[in-house]
């Protein structure tokens, strides 16, 4: 079928412009600026004998990790400081840098560098806020969010100007952003399992995306996009904010701040978080009691500290498990092993948590031997 000459769409003989914005580096691109920031914390936290290739969730804590205990008790810098800490495996650490420095660029040509840390920081955070809404008592580190953002800004700058772009361009563009997306959410699910921070850094950097990108002439309501893309990026951050701000609504919730997080240990998939009122070598004696009483086997949750100069085992627990009298009962003759085999014979607290980390029961385990107990 033959289409007329004068029933196709006009085609610009110019590509999108770049963005002319001031640099308010002094000429350095900002995507050179946060990876130097990010090599210099990692060769400073190297240089003072870090284990940065290795950490340990104390060393995340001490270095400006993103722990919701200690976020949302007044440390609201964490939320920002986290995204700057790139520490893990060297491949990891060296996937993140070069997604950044490869995606980074082109959206900071499209935006300015301004815009450009403004959607790197909003979806970094938002990433941040996923990752507490998803799991509590995490920790998080690393700009995955970040990076996450500046793809969805880049998915969004070429949807804003699909008029523009030849539609086999624009798939294959939108088709390499998928793959580089499912890439990630594939290796923070293998590492981490949680892939709430790509999601919301994702959802952020998208919005933001809306609000900063530049398009051709011809689009009539430009400044109706963007004001609707502030109000619902926004939005979107105050909500996610709140949603995270909302699991510690508890001032007794998980490890207080006024409490020092030295380790953690896992157990076959239980994970044990203790205090610095404990030593490695008692809490790995907790460690193997809790195997041999078979609760290793599931994804507990185990929090060792002391409360007012006791002995207090806390665990997360799901909803309503903290009123059947009889896994209660269970429950306190663990401890009740615990306190006898570990803690010589001192009494414990047994502190039931619920997935916010809201304090839903607490109870005092004596370890008296009854009639009949086997330990």
């Known amino acids: 079928m033959m289409v007329d000459e004068n029933d196709r769409e006009p085609v610009p003989e ?19 600026f946060l990876i130097g920031i990010n090599l210099a914390v990692l060769g400073f936290a190297y240089y003072r004998g870090a284990a940065v290739f290795e950490p340990t969730s104390a060393l995340l804590v001490k270095w400006g990790a ?62 941040n806020l996923g990752k507490l809404v998803w799991n509590p008592a995490g920790y998080s580190v690393g700009g995955v ?29 939108l088709m390499n952003l998928m793959y580089c997306i499912l890439l990630n959410l594939a290796l923070n699910a293998t590492i981490s399992g949680n892939v709430s921070g790509i ?26 996009r963007q004001t609707l893309g502030v109000i619902l990026l926004a939005l979107a951050l105050s909500l996610g904010f709140r949603a995270a701000e909302a699991g510690y609504a508890s001032p007794v919730a998980a490890l207080s701040p006024k409490d020092e997080v030295r380790d953690e240990i896992t157990v076959d998939k239980a994970q044990i978080q203790y205090s610095s009122d ?57 401890c009740r092993r615990m306190a006898i085999k570990v803690f010589e014979g001192k009494n414990v607290e047994l502190q039931l948590f619920n997935k916010s980390l809201e304090l839903k029961k607490t109870i005092e385990v004596k370890p008296k031997m009854e009639p009949g107990m086997v330990i």
């Open 278 to 334: 404990y030593t490695l070598e008692t809490v790995q004696r907790f460690g193997k009691e809790f195997e041999k009483a078979g609760y290793s086997q599931y994804p507990w949750t185990v929090l060792l500290r002391k409360t007012n100069g006791k002995i207090a085992i806390g665990l997360i627990v799901k909803e309503g498990v903290w009123d059947k009298k009889d896994m209660v009962e269970e429950l306190e003759g663990v």
């Open 199 to 224: 999601l919301g850094g994702l959802l952020i950097g998208t919005l933001a995306g809306f609000a900063f990108v530049k398009v051709l002439p011809g689009e009539n309501y430009w400044k109706v």
């Open 66 to 127: 993103n722990y919701g205990p200690r976020t949302f008790n007044g440390e609201y810098w964490r939320l920002v400081t986290s995204l700057f800490i790139q520490f893990g495996p060297v491949w990891f650490v060296a996937l993140n840098l070069y997604v950044l420095w490869t995606i980074g660029k082109d959206v900071e040509r499209i935006v300015g560098s301004f815009r450009f840390l403004c959607i790197y920081l909003f979806a970094g955070v938002g990433g």
């Open 145 to 173: 969010g970040g990076i996450m953002g500046i793809i969805g800004a880049l998915g969004a700058y070429f949807v804003c100007n699909r008029r523009w772009i030849p539609a086999q361009a624009m798939k294959a563009q």
């Open 14 to 32: 110019k590509p999108a412009p770049a963005s002319t914005s001031r640099n308010f580096l002094g000429g350095v691109p900002a995507t050179y």
